[in-house]
T-cell receptor, first 113, second 113 residues
């Protein structure tokens, strides 16, 4: 799976949009971009994933550049409960019907009042 | 209802003991995983089972033995516990095909004295 690079930490004011960047310049054509987050003392939580089109769900939006070498996760109105470590993961299907998630160090997002 | 549940939540034991961690999912998924998160917060895959069959086995000491009695359960047995086994162990599950998100439990914090 391609390697990802994320900033170590970011701050965001409550109510503002949080834009979390991810670089994945070595991504290959069959690899998807996934975002998970881990709130303190909890298991990782799936947020969103995409291949090349921008995606939106009830939690966030995912913007993938046209060359697919980078992406941005957008939390449109961050709240204190969004404080967590956010992981950008590039994932391809392999090993039969399952594939592992390879977590990096992620971005620690601190949402403040 | 809890989707992926692990027991126990905390496990404190002495070096050399044998212990088990249980995981159950009620999502109807046919693929389950064990991940380990060490003290530096790196989260790494250990094992994956699909329909009770082992399909991912990372470089893990053979003191760790996963067992899947049925699709809804994946237990982790650890023999001869060592200090380095102290970590948080997360169970996860996913539908077996396609790019589907993994759902994680809240982890079992294992501390070796």
């Amino acid at each position: 799976d391609a390697k990802t690079t994320q900033p170590t930490s970011m701050d965001c004011a409550e109510g503002r949009a949080a834009n979390l960047p991810c670089n994945h310049s070595t991504i290959s054509g069959n690899e998807y971009v996934y975002w998970y987050r881990q709130i303190h003392s909890q298991g990782p939580q799936y947020i969103i994933h995409g291949l090349k089109n921008n995606e939106t769900n009830e939690m966030a939006s995912l913007i993938i550049t046209e060359d697919r070498k980078s992406s941005t996760l957008i939390l449109p109105h961050a709240t204190l409960r969004d404080t967590a470590v956010y992981y950008c993961i590039v994932r391809a299907l392999n090993t039969g019907t399952a594939s592992k998630l390879t977590f990096g160090t992620g971005t620690r997002l601190q949402v403040t009042l | 209802d809890t989707a992926v549940s692990q027991t126990p939540k905390y496990l404190v034991t002495q070096m050399g003991n044998d212990k088990s961690i249980k995981c159950e999912q009620n999502l109807g998924h046919d693929t389950m995983y064990w991940y380990k998160q060490d003290s530096k917060k790196f989260l790494k895959i250990m094992f994956s089972y699909n329909n009770k069959e082992l399909i991912i086995n990372e470089t893990v000491p053979n003191r760790f033995s996963p067992k899947s009695p049925d699709k809804a359960h994946l237990n982790l047995h650890i023999n001869s516990l060592e200090l380095g086994d102290s970590a948080v162990y997360f169970c996860a599950s996913s539908p077996g095909t396609g790019h589907r998100p993994q759902h994680f439990g809240d982890g079992t914090r294992l501390s070796i004295l």
